[in-house]
C-alpha cells in the first residue's frame, strides 16, 4: 500500500500537461499586448490614409466651383464650405467613435482649414523657370477662420517659398506650386490617440495639406453673403 504515494507522485513528476499551462499563462499577455499593439498600428495607418482622403476630396469639391457665365471668378459661401466639411464624417467614419471617447463632438476631432492663394507677379522681367517663387507672391485671398480649430493661414502676409519636402505650416507653400493664377489649399490636422497602451504611447499627430488649382475659373474667392464665420475674405479682395 505504501507504493499508491509514490506512484502518484511520479506520475505528477512525469506529466507534462502542468509545464504547458504555465508556459501559456506567461505567454498569453504577451500575445494579447502584440496582437492590441497590432490593432493599434492597423488603426494609425488606416487613419492616416483617411486624413490624406478627406485632404484631396475637399480639394477636389472646392476646386470644382463654377463661376457665373461672363465672368472667371468663381465663389464659395459659408453652405458650401459647412457640406465639404461634413463630408469628412463619411469620408473619416472613424470620428464617430474617437469623438465621444474623448468626450467631443465628431467636427472638434478635426482641424480642416481653407485658403485661397492668388500669386501676383513680382517683376514683369522675372522668368525663373527653376524657381517660379522668385517670380511671385503669394497672396492669401480668403481664409477658414480657425472656428474648426485655428492654425489659419493669414491676410496680408504674403506665404513664403519652402522646400517641397519641408513639412507644411500655416505661414509657407512649397516653391513647386507657385507660378501664374491661383490655388485652393486644403490644411487637415487629426491626433491620434491610441486606445491600448495610452500611458506609454504619445499622441501622433497626423497633418495633411493639399494645393489644388481651381478647374474652371481663375480664382475661388468666397462669397460673404449669409456667412456664419466659418471663414473671411482678406482687404483687397
Given at each position: 500500500m505504501a507504493r499508491g504515494p509514490t506512484i502518484l507522485a511520479r506520475r505528477f513528476r512525469d506529466d507534462g500537461r502542468g509545464v504547458s499551462i504555465v508556459e501559456f499563462a506567461i505567454v498569453l499577455p504577451i500575445l494579447l499586448m502584440l496582437m492590441l499593439g497590432g490593432l493599434q498600428?492597423?488603426?494609425?495607418?488606416?487613419?492616416?490614409?483617411?486624413?490624406?482622403l478627406v485632404a484631396h476630396s475637399i480639394g477636389q469639391m472646392i476646386s470644382q466651383t463654377t463661376p457665373p457665365q461672363g465672368s472667371t471668378i468663381a465663389t464659395v459661401n459659408a453652405?458650401?464650405?459647412?457640406?465639404?466639411y461634413d463630408a469628412a464624417l463619411v469620408l473619416f467614419p472613424y470620428l464617430l467613435k474617437d469623438a465621444p471617447r474623448q468626450g467631443l463632438q465628431w467636427w472638434q476631432d478635426i482641424t480642416i482649414n481653407y485658403t485661397g492663394v492668388a500669386f501676383t507677379q513680382k517683376s514683369t522681367g522675372c522668368t525663373d523657370s527653376?524657381?517660379?517663387?522668385a517670380c511671385y507672391n503669394a497672396n492669401v485671398v480668403w481664409t477658414s477662420t480657425g472656428t474648426y480649430g485655428g492654425n489659419k493661414r493669414l491676410c496680408v502676409t504674403p506665404l513664403q517659398p519652402a522646400d517641397n519636402t519641408a513639412a507644411a505650416s500655416a505661414g509657407t507653400l512649397p516653391r513647386s506650386v507657385y507660378g501664374p493664377g491661383s490655388l485652393i489649399v486644403i490644411d487637415v490636422v487629426f491626433t491620434f490617440k491610441p486606445t491600448f497602451g495610452a500611458k506609454f504611447f504619445p499622441a501622433s499627430r497626423v497633418a495633411r495639406s493639399v494645393y489644388v488649382q481651381p478647374r474652371y475659373?481663375?480664382?475661388?474667392?468666397?462669397?460673404?453673403?449669409?456667412?456664419?464665420?466659418?471663414?473671411?475674405?482678406?482687404?483687397?479682395?
Open positions: 498600428v492597423i488603426t494609425y495607418v488606416n487613419a492616416t490614409r483617411k486624413v490624406e453652405t458650401d464650405l459647412h457640406f465639404s527653376a524657381d517660379m517663387s475659373a481663375s480664382l475661388v474667392n468666397y462669397d460673404t453673403t449669409n456667412s456664419d464665420g466659418i471663414a473671411s475674405k482678406c482687404p483687397g479682395y
